[in-house]
């Protein structure tokens, strides 16, 4: 399995990032993919999660309203919408694949995107 990310950057707070989070070479039908985020000095977080048909997905009560996640199957790409950026939101963010769905331990992980939210 092969998961990499992209589409990290600098954004002024308020303002919007797409992620994206190139995933293949599945061998289970019932993986999930998920995104966690790391800030300085602070425990990694998971952030959003979206199972293998994409019909379930789960947030952080943290980015509820804010953040969407998706996936283009095609592709073989989930996507993280990240809107009304706050500083807090700051963190390297890392995408992350697990055979056996959403809320249970992730097997595959990219190397992490950095994501700053500054004025």
């Known amino acids: 399995v092969h998961v990499a990310e992209s589409g990290g950057g600098l954004v002024q707070p308020g303002g919007s990032l797409r992620l994206s989070c190139a995933a293949s070479?599945?061998?289970?039908?019932?993986?999930?993919i998920g995104w966690f985020r790391q800030a300085p000095g602070k425990e990694r977080e998971g952030v959003s999660c979206?199972?293998?048909?994409?019909?379930?997905?789960y947030y952080a009560d943290s980015v509820k309203g804010r953040f969407t996640i998706s996936r283009d199957n095609a592709k073989s790409t989930v996507y993280l919408q990240m809107n009304s950026l706050k500083p807090e939101d700051t963190a390297i963010y890392y995408c992350?694949?697990?055979?056996?769905?959403?809320?249970?331990?992730?097997?595959?992980w990219g190397v992490g995107t950095l994501v700053t939210v500054s004025s």
């Open positions: 979206i199972n293998s048909s994409g019909r379930i997905t």
């Open positions: 070479g599945f061998t289970s039908d019932y993986y999930g």
């Open positions: 992350a694949a697990g055979d056996l769905g959403c809320g249970y331990v992730m097997d595959y």
